[in-house]
């Protein structure tokens, strides 16, 4: 059984541009939530799918979009980047939408 | 509202010491899990817990469903477990995990 994969592991990107992070979910979840944590903050939700398709969104911009992938897999989208999208972005996967989630090591997003 | 408020926010014990982290959340819920961060990583699940009591090592993780609040207690703690502690809560009827802000535990040798 393997775990929550997240790529890349670390990122710097410039203002203004896009970024696109991916999240392999644990073998047999077909839930992904993804999570913003600023420095020093808890994780807040961005947003979760479902079977492909959303199933709930935070406080978060129409830039911050997101894609699953029939194998489950998932990928978060953001554009127009700002300073203040620095942060660790976290991927947890769970089956049929319950609670028993899975953590990813997450992707530190450095934005300059 | 849905809230996760956790005590205390910074601890620093000796090795050796009984540990024990608290969470309370306002209304009901489905489940609650325990995460540890370290530095710098991802988030690692200890528990998930919607009632009664959790053992793993030297970690037990208990929950009062009536009174809305859970503990983590480390056992004999030792410098490894130096790390950022997390309520995080599923309330009843959410997509979403609600956070606590995190106990930092700081292990001296």
């Known amino acids: 059984e393997t775990g929550v994969t997240q790529s890349p592991t670390h990122l710097i990107k410039t203002r203004g541009q896009q970024v696109t992070l991916r999240c392999s979910s644990q073998?047999?979840?077909?839930?992904v939530s993804w999570y913003q944590q600023a420095l020093g903050q808890g994780p807040q939700f961005i947003f979760q799918?479902?079977?492909?398709?959303?199933?709930g969104r935070g406080n978060f911009p129409p830039r911050f979009s997101g894609l699953q992938f029939p194998n489950y897999s998932s990928e978060l989208n953001v554009n127009a980047l700002e300073l203040d999208d620095s942060a660790l972005y976290l991927c947890?996967?769970?089956?049929?939408?319950?609670?028993?989630?899975?953590f990813g090591s997450g992707t530190r997003l450095t934005v300059v | 509202k849905n809230e996760v408020e956790q005590s205390p926010q910074n601890l620093t014990a000796q090795e050796g010491e009984f540990i024990t982290i608290n969470c309370s959340y306002s209304?009901?819920?489905?489940?609650l899990h325990w995460l540890q961060q370290h530095p710098g990583g991802g988030i690692v699940s200890l528990f998930m817990l919607s009632s009664g009591k959790k053992k793993h090592g030297r970690l037990i993780a208990t929950i009062n469903i009536q009174e809305k609040h859970s503990s983590l207690h480390i056992t004999a703690s030792h410098p490894r477990d130096s790390a950022v502690y997390i309520c995080a809560v599923h309330f009843q009827g959410a997509q979403k995990l609600v956070f606590g802000q995190g106990t930092r535990l700081t292990i001296n040798p």
């Open positions: 799918y479902y079977r492909e398709e959303e199933n």
């Open positions: 209304v009901g819920i489905s489940a």
């Open positions: 947890a996967s769970s089956l049929d939408k319950l609670y028993g989630y899975t």
């Open positions: 073998s047999g979840h077909n839930t």
